[in-house]
């Protein structure tokens, strides 16, 4: 289990009493700090001992979220690989256990689920329900993908696969997503629950020139890895995303 992290002081102990309070304990957490300059590393020094000797952490100068993912995939020992950002948290207690469970099955290269949205200060009011219930590889194509906080993989997809691309700096989580789906057909299992809560005002949505840029990459990743789409076709996402909302 991975969290990036930078400057979070603010959300950050909601992550981490989100993962000592899971059922299935037997985890490596890695947690990859930025070089944050608020309290984020006393909240990390505070929380260390409380896991047991089952985190470890770095802070250091990065290039961003996806630099900050792929360290914490190269430092992985566990054989799956899970990623739970500094201002989310599991919804519910059993998430780890559930999410696991598929890959008693060697057959089975990654999982994934839903997730919902919050408004912060508004912990029990959901504005967007994310189901990936209806994804299938060809709807990439569209801009659709598993909601990647929901997606856990085998480490060995990474070896086989490589890490996420820096050089995207909105989309290089939907870039992997089009690679491992379309590219490599991983053998992936939905699992119909709620894995994370988030709040509102990711970077990718936060204003119109972020949703351009990431029409942008969404468009660039497609075609890089041998799909075809347009503007138009990925924006079709954004409609999507109105039957989504719980306001």
């Not at 930025?34 to 929380?47: F, P, Q, V």
């Not at 992997?176 to 629950?193: D, G, H, S």
């Amino acid at each position: 289990m991975i969290t990036a992290t930078y400057n979070s002081a603010s959300t950050l102990e909601d992550t981490f009493r989100a993962v000592l309070g899971q059922s299935h304990h037997d985890i490596d957490y890695i947690v990859v700090d930025g070089g944050s300059k608020d309290g984020t590393l006393d909240i990390i020094r505070k929380y260390e001992p409380l896991f047991g000797g089952r985190m470890r952490w770095l802070s250091e100068k990065d290039r961003g979220i996806y630099d900050a993912m792929n360290k914490g995939i190269k430092m992985a020992k566990g054989d799956v690989v899970g990623i739970l950002n500094s201002d989310d948290y599991f919804t519910s207690a059993n998430v780890l256990e559930q999410a696991l469970t598929p890959f008693s099955d060697r057959a089975v290269d990654a999982v994934y689920g839903d997730i919902h949205f919050i408004r912060d200060g508004e912990p029990d009011k959901c504005v967007r329900y994310y189901s990936s219930r209806r994804f299938r590889p060809r709807w990439l194509r569209f801009g659709f993908m598993p909601a990647h906080p929901s997606f856990y993989a085998r480490r060995e997809v990474f070896d086989r696969t490589g890490l996420y691309r820096t050089d995207y700096k909105l989309g290089a989580d939907y870039e992997m997503m089009v690679r491992l789906f379309y590219k490599q057909k991983i053998n992936a299992v939905y699992l119909p629950m709620d894995f994370v809560t988030m709040r509102t005002g990711g970077a990718s949505t936060r204003n119109v020139r972020s949703k351009l840029q990431l029409v942008k990459e969404d468009v660039r990743a497609c075609r890089e890895n041998g799909i075809y789409t347009n503007s138009a076709m990925i924006s079709t996402k954004f409609l999507y995303k109105l039957f989504e909302l719980r306001i």
